[in-house]
């Protein structure tokens, strides 16, 4: 059973830090692709931030030099540290498995919640 859980949510001031943790269990961590993908209300799915099973990231432009992903394949877990946060950054944060070798195995956590109060 592929499981991912997202943990380290919260509320914070505007300028503060969060990070962000997704344990995943039940997939091969080291042939997926990692993601965190947001959702605010009323607005569609975003990706953040990925990074590729050899450790290869890529951002969104509105969190490039605030946000780091990074992935620890020892623990089968993937980060997302967040800083200078902003009211802008609230949202639902979704962690993302995708299978390199299957595309359909695609696989997604629950959501952990990031309120950034101004």
């Known amino acids: 059973q592929v499981q991912l859980v997202e943990s380290g949510g919260g509320l914070v001031q505007a300028g503060g830090s969060l990070r962000l943790s997704c344990a995943t269990s039940?997939?091969?961590?080291?042939?997926?692709?990692m993601g965190w993908y947001r959702q605010a209300p009323g607005k569609q799915r975003e990706l953040v931030a990925a990074?590729?099973?050899?450790?290869?990231?890529n951002y969104v432009d509105s969190v490039k030099g605030r946000f780091t992903i990074s992935r620890d394949n020892a623990k089968n877990t993937v980060y997302l540290q967040m800083n200078s946060l902003k009211p802008e950054d609230t949202a639902v944060y979704y962690c993302?498995?995708?299978?390199?070798?299957?595309?359909?195995?695609?696989?997604w956590g629950q959501g952990t919640q990031v309120t950034v109060s101004s």
């Open positions: 993302n498995a995708r299978n390199l070798l299957d595309g359909s195995r695609n696989y």
């Open positions: 039940g997939i091969i961590f080291g042939i997926n692709a």
């Open positions: 990074i590729s099973s050899a450790g290869s990231t």
